[in-house]
């Protein structure tokens, strides 16, 4: 069964940035199309960034230009950087698979964007 765990998140300013990593259990990210997702209170979960097998990767309008997903596969490890915060960007933030059913959820990183 794999394991999803997030980290790096935290609180931060306004214009600030931040770095978090989702850590894939196995050998299996290699395979598959991965994303970040986030959740802010009382919202539904959206997807913030996607990257492919490869390195093509979209963002969702609110992030573009500010933010940037990666991956290492052999670290099974994707990373989402994120620059010039704004309090909207308040939210759990969640890594999965792109499509399909996703495994698991993780227990997500907190990210808090306030002065």
């Known amino acids: 069964q794999v394991q999803l765990v997030e980290s790096g998140g935290g609180l931060v300013q306004p214009g600030g940035s931040l770095r978090l990593s989702c850590g894939v259990s196995?050998?299996?990210?290699?395979?598959?199309?991965m994303a970040w997702y986030r959740q802010a209170p009382g919202k539904q979960r959206e997807l913030v960034a996607d990257?492919?097998?490869?390195?093509?990767?979209n963002y969702a309008d609110s992030v573009k230009g500010r933010f940037t997903i990666s991956r290492d596969n052999a670290k099974s490890t994707i990373y989402l950087q994120m620059n010039s915060l704004k309090p909207e960007d308040t939210a759990i933030y969640y890594c999965?698979?792109?499509?399909?059913?996703?495994?698991?959820w993780g227990q997500g990183t907190q990210v808090t964007v306030s002065s």
């Open positions: 999965n698979k792109y499509s399909g059913t996703p495994w698991n």
């Open positions: 196995g050998s299996f990210m290699s395979f598959y199309a």
């Open positions: 990257i492919a097998r490869g390195t093509t990767t």
